[in-house]
Nanobody, 123 residues
Framework: QVQLVESGGGLVQAGGSLRLSCAAS????????MGWFRQAPGKEREWVAR????????YYQDSVKGRFTISRDNAKNTVYLQMNSLKPEDTAVYYC????????????????WGQGTQVTVSS
């Protein structure tokens, strides 16, 4: 049983940066693929980035490539999302989750969802 808590969101101007954190408790996530998702008002939850257990592999949605970086510190049982060059269209609630099985791009393949952290980018 893993509990995830997202933090680090806030209000920033376009072009600014934020670093999101996802702190895990209850058990180690060192053997898990982890993902970041986001959900904008009136939109479905969409996959943003994914990282393998040892950080060897990372994957990104095309719209955030070159701007966002997913990372993890297994000693701290924490996953991060560094967001640079933020755009208004990045505005959403951001969630992290643990991959379980199935389609790696699908939210239904993940569990242990937290409450999310709000990111708002103004123009």
């Amino acid at each position: 049983q893993v509990q995830l808590v997202e933090s680090g969101g806030g209000l920033v101007q376009a072009g600014g940066s934020l670093r999101l954190s996802c702190a895990a408790s209850g058990r180690s996530i060192s053997s898990d693929y982890m993902g970041w998702f986001r959900q904008a008002p009136g939109k479905e939850r969409e996959w943003v980035a994914r990282i393998s257990s040892t950080s060897r592999y990372t994957y990104y949605q095309d719209s955030v490539k070159g701007r966002f970086t997913i990372s993890r510190d297994n000693a701290k049982n924490t996953v991060y999302l560094q967001m640079n060059s933020l755009k208004p269209e990045d505005t959403a609630v951001y969630y992290c989750a643990r991959y379980v099985r199935g389609n790696l791009y699908a939210a239904t393949s993940y569990d242990s969802w937290g409450q999310g952290t709000q990111v708002t980018v103004s123009s």
